[in-house]
């Protein structure tokens, strides 16, 4: 079983930066692949990135694209979201979300594990 904790979040101008941490707990973080999503108010959770086990493969969502990078640190149990150039409609709750085993996924019902969330709001 695995524990996740975000961190990082916080209220920002537009066109900042900010970076997303989730640490993980428990002795086998380099097998999970993760995610990261959001959700803001009356939407639906979105995938915003995910990252295999081994870092090999990675993915974002198109509106994130260019902007965000995810990497993992498989020694320090610690999963990132780099996010520049924030856009108001980065407002949201970000949850990171582990996935045992194969490679990393968009799909949210594929994670069996999730964070209690870090709010991220970006003002212009």
């Known amino acids: 079983q695995v524990q996740l904790v975000e961190s990082g979040g916080g209220s920002v101008q537009a066109g900042v930066s900010l970076r997303l941490s989730c640490a993980a707990s428990?002795?086998?973080?380099?097998?999970?692949?993760m995610g990261w999503f959001r959700q803001a108010p009356g939407r639906e959770r979105e995938f915003v990135a995910a990252?295999?086990?081994?870092?090999?493969?990675?993915d974002y969502a198109h509106s994130v694209k260019g902007r965000f990078t995810i990497s993992r640190d498989n020694a320090k149990n610690t999963v990132y979201l780099q996010m520049n150039s924030l856009k108001p409609e980065d407002t949201a709750v970000y949850y990171c979300?582990?996935?045992?085993?194969?490679?990393?996924?968009?799909?949210?019902?594929?994670?069996?594990?999730w964070g209690q969330g870090t709010q991220v709001t970006v003002s212009s």
């Open positions: 979300a582990a996935k045992y085993s194969g490679g990393s996924s968009s799909v949210a019902m594929a994670y069996s594990y």
């Open positions: 428990g002795q086998a973080f380099s097998m999970y692949a």
């Open positions: 990252i295999s086990w081994s870092g090999a493969n990675i």
